[in-house]
Structure formats: C-alpha cells, structure tokens
C-alpha cells in the first residue's frame, strides 16, 4: 500500500508535504509513497523523495508526471508514471529511464489483450484505474 500526496505541480510547500507523508506513515503500515502531480523541479523531488524512504530504504517512491518522463527523474523514484490518460497509447517517451522502472495508468475503456501485450513490451508496469496491478508481461 502506498501513500497518495498531490505535489499540485511543485506548487504545495516542502514542509507541507513532508508533514503529509509523516502522517501516512504514522497512520499506515506502507510500503511507499505516491507523490502525484509532478512538476517539473527535480530538486524539489529528491527532498522530498529523500525524506519519504523509511530509515532502512525499504519504501518506495512513485512519480506521476503522467507525461514524458523528465529526464532528471531517473535517479530519483524506484517507479515513475510515464502515462496517465483515456486508453492506452503506442508508446510512452521514457527519456531513457530504464524500463522497469516505468509504469503507466490507462483508464477509460477495456482494452483487448492485444493491446495490453503490446503497451505492456513498453512499461515495466501496467496499472489499470484505482491502481491495482493489472499485469507486467504476457
């Protein structure tokens, strides 16, 4: 289970958002944190990416820009949302994230399994609406 945190874009305050994550943490035994709404500071991410991971690193850090993926953000999530829209694409502009690390959430129709095979050779993840895993591979 992970922690879902709006970022509104880099636009809430570090100290807000930190203050969200010690809640989720507090409240929850989670196994990471989903900072949605990604703008375009990588700094602002690693702060807060830094202060996310739990004292033994075991938490994961997932990024939705739910667009092309910001070429700084490689480093900095273990997941990052390369595509968040109606349908499933083509392909997704990894800007060379490895692809395991790549996850997408389509939404809005029910895809053949064709479909997903073929956007699942592209993403190391495939989750479908309310984030539960649909599947990585065929």
């Not at 070429?71 to 997704?92: K, L, M, Q, T, W």
């Given at each position: 289970m992970v922690g879902y945190i709006s970022?509104?874009?880099?636009?809430?305050?570090?100290?807000?958002?930190?203050?969200e994550i010690g809640y989720y943490y507090n409240w929850y035994d989670l196994d990471g944190v989903f900072l949605d709404e990604e703008?375009?500071?990588?700094?602002?991410?690693?702060?807060?990416g830094g202060y996310a991971e739990s004292p033994d690193g075991y938490q994961k850090l997932?990024?939705?820009?739910?667009?092309?993926?910001?070429?700084?953000?490689?480093?900095?999530?273990?997941?990052?949302?390369?595509?968040e829209n109606f349908g499933i694409p083509s392909s997704v502009d990894s800007n060379a994230t490895k692809e395991s690390k790549l996850?997408?959430?389509?939404?809005?129709?029910?895809?053949?399994?064709?479909?997903?095979?073929?956007?699942?050779?592209?993403?190391?993840?495939?989750?479908?609406?309310?984030m539960v895993e649909c599947g990585v591979k065929y």
């Amino acid at each position: 289970m992970v922690g879902y945190i709006s970022t509104a874009y880099a636009g809430r305050g570090g100290r807000d958002v930190k203050n969200e994550i010690g809640y989720y943490y507090n409240w929850y035994d989670l196994d990471g944190v989903f900072l949605d709404e990604e703008g375009p500071s990588a700094e602002y991410y690693e702060e807060l990416g830094g202060y996310a991971e739990s004292p033994d690193g075991y938490q994961k850090l997932i990024l939705n820009p739910g667009a092309p993926v910001p070429e700084s953000y490689g480093d900095i999530a273990a997941v990052i949302v390369a595509y968040e829209n109606f349908g499933i694409p083509s392909s997704v502009d990894s800007n060379a994230t490895k692809e395991s690390k790549l996850a997408a959430l389509p939404h809005g129709l029910e895809p053949y399994e064709r479909e997903f095979k073929q956007f699942t050779d592209g993403v190391g993840s495939l989750r479908i609406a309310g984030m539960v895993e649909c599947g990585v591979k065929y």
